[in-house]
């Protein structure tokens, strides 16, 4: 358990072994795809869509890392990636950025309010990965969403929430890649599930579409959390918690919220030229 901020700093800072190097150097075949995210913005939720979008619906997975094994973090939670799929086409789950990834293949990429991210990071590391009475939220801010640690070891924690979106909407990446907001499929699934579909190909019925929204519910998913969980070395972590928006306004203070926005000043604007999210989530609107 992770009890102060030099412990949180040394956890974030260490190097992938061979294994997460030898999966990230895998080749992906024209139609595989990758739900590459900045972790808590919707890595499972984009995952059970397209698993259900493949597999017309098919719920009889214990979880679903079975079925879309994570790249880089396969190992750890008993992923085999050499194993062939059930269902096609191939998927699978990541947390690296665009220039990090297998190259070849397509790539979901969901975003979310930077502070909300943080929130539910925060919480989903709380007591399992940290202690929360030692780490506090401004504490994983500054490693996590603050710090500039490109120049440190490869891994998945390397760029910070702001680099890694940057580095989805500039890397040169040879295959297509779909950008959509956390908070857009909270507003509208059902379009979300139709863009979705016709990025992967997939001829989507009326059928197929409520089948896929109805499993994709966050009334569905939480009445079956246990799916959706990973196995960890001594337990397990639940990743369906909440789906809430808007967190950042009650548990973040007035001044990491500006630390928050200043990043993005500094690390977006000049590149993607969007001066907040409001505006980039505007930009990549399903409407």
Request: proline share 5%.
């Amino acid at each position: 358990m992770i009890e102060s901020e030099d412990q949180l700093a040394a956890h974030v800072s260490q190097p992938f072994d061979e294994r997460a190097e030898r999966a990230l150097a895998m080749k992906l075949a024209v139609n595989d795809v990758v739900i590459s995210t900045y972790p808590k913005t919707g890595t499972t939720w984009a995952g059970q869509i397209a698993h259900g979008l493949r597999s017309k619906g098919d719920m009889s997975f214990s979880r679903l890392g079975q079925v879309v094994p994570w790249f880089e973090m396969g190992h750890f939670f008993g992923h085999d990636l050499s194993r062939p799929q059930a269902f096609q086409p191939n998927l699978f789950k990541s947390h690296m950025s665009l220039s990090d990834l297998p190259r070849g293949g397509k790539i979901i990429n969901i975003i979310r309010d930077p502070g909300d991210t943080l929130v539910s990071y925060y919480n989903f590391w709380s007591d399992v990965v940290l202690d929360p009475s030692s780490v506090s939220i401004e504490m994983m801010a500054r490693q996590l969403f603050l710090s500039d640690r490109r120049a440190g070891p490869r891994n998945m924690f390397r760029l910070n929430y702001f680099q890694h979106l940057v580095d989805f909407h500039t890397a040169d990446y040879d295959g297509p890649v779909l950008f959509i907001a956390y908070e857009d499929m909270k507003q509208n699934l059902p379009a979300a599930v139709r863009r979705i579909a016709r990025f992967m190909g997939i001829d989507l019925s009326r059928v197929l579409e409520r089948t896929v929204t109805e499993q994709s519910s966050f009334y569905f998913m939480s009445r079956h959390k246990e799916k959706f969980r990973e196995l960890v070395p001594g337990g397990a972590m639940d990743m369906v918690v909440s789906g809430r928006v808007g967190d950042a306004k009650s548990r973040l203070s007035q001044e990491l919220a500006d630390h928050l926005q200043a990043a993005w000043a500094e690390t977006v604007t000049p590149i993607l030229g969007y001066e907040n999210y409001h505006q980039l989530r505007q930009a990549i609107s399903l409407t």
